[in-house]
Structures are given as C-alpha cells and as structure tokens.
C-alpha cells in the first residue's frame, strides 16, 4: 500500500473532485457540495488518507499535517481555487485504523471539527487484519458499525454532508487471492452505507 500512496494521489483527487461536484447514482447524493465562507473541510480514513501527516500539527490547511496523498492535493486545490473563501481543510487520517478505531476517536476528531464537507475512506484494514488473524469483524460487522458512524455523524451534525470514498485495492503485495470476493461484498456494503447515509460516492476502485 506504501507503494500505492504517491502514485494514486493524483487520481485520487480527480475522482473525489469529481464525486464533490456530483455522483450519478439514485440512491446517493446528486447535489453538488456548496462550499461556504469559512466552511471546514475533513478527511478521514486509514492510511491512504493518513499519507504520512505530521499528526503533531493540528490546525487547519498546514502542508505537513494534511500528509503526502489526496487530503493534501484536493485541499491544495480548493485552498488554492477558492481563496476568497477562506476555507479550513483538515486531514485525521490514521495508519492502521478500521471503523471501530473510527468509532472511538470520532468525537474529538470529527464531531468537535465541526465539519462542512467529511470525506471518510474506510475499509481495506477490516479486511487486512481479519486475513491476518488480529481482527474478527465481518461484512455485516463493518457495514453496520459504518452506517451508525454516519448515523451518528448526521445526528450531531445534521448540515454536514458527507462523502463516502469506495475501499480500493490492487492484486500486488500483501492483496491476493484470500482477499476475494469478500473484499468486493465490503465495497459494496461501502456503497450501501452512502446511500443510505445520502452521501457523495467517490468510486475509488473504479477509477
């Protein structure tokens, strides 16, 4: 995954850009995401998220706290694109993290945050540590524990809309053959979560 990071930024920001400006499914989001004055933006996820940020540094739109990967690119790009906006981009991706670590950091890390626009990308450590015997959660366990993250998250913050990144992987590395097919019934429960939450869909591995 270490190796996807620099090469997958770019097109990660294309995508999310893209599901930030639409998403073509029913079930989802087709309202284009409005960025107010002074609104936050917040990305949240597992590594390719965390791309190697400084976590000591937690203000907004600090180069080295938004890490080396698509928080930094897209939130360069909209700091850049929309200056008069005087927007705040965070990014609390952490290495490692699966919905439940999610789950016990949210209030601080998000919902304190106070988040216009969450980007969350979820999903390839539920599986990883599962195969690697450190983990017992299922299918259902991670659609159900991200749907209440996101249930949670619109009960708190009822105006916040929400961006749900589809968990992407590539046949190399540490991904083979054990990975599948529950790998692709965890994307797809990855989608079902969106739609239910009403969310943007950026379809990561589709890309």
Not at 81 to 96: A, D, H, M, Q, T
């Amino acid at each position: 995954r270490s190796a996807l990071k620099s090469g997958l930024a770019a097109a990660g920001a294309g995508v999310l850009v893209s599901g930030l400006r639409s998403t073509a499914s029913a079930a989802l989001s087709t309202e284009p995401l409005r960025l107010k004055e002074g609104g936050v933006v917040l990305f949240q996820g597992d590594s390719i998220t965390d791309a190697g940020r400084n976590r000591g540094a937690q203000g907004p739109n600090d180069a080295g706290a938004m890490g080396h990967g698509y928080p930094f690119l897209l939130g360069s790009y909209l700091l850049m694109s929309r200056p008069e906006l005087g927007l705040k981009v965070f990014n609390r991706g952490i290495s490692g993290n699966k919905v439940p670590d999610l789950d016990a950091r949210w209030q601080a890390d998000c919902l304190d945050l106070k988040p216009d626009v969450l980007s969350i990308l979820i999903g390839v450590n539920d599986i990883w540590h599962k195969l690697n015997g450190n983990y017992d959660g299922t299918v259902e366990t991670y659609e159900q524990g991200f749907a209440a993250l996101l249930e949670r998250t619109k009960a708190a913050l009822p105006e916040t809309r929400l961006v749900v990144c589809q968990p992407f992987v590539l046949r190399c590395g540490a991904v083979n053959e054990k990975w599948f097919p529950e790998f692709d019934a965890r994307k797809a429960a990855a989608k079902r979560v969106a739609e239910g939450a009403g969310a943007v869909w950026a379809p990561f591995q589709d890309a």
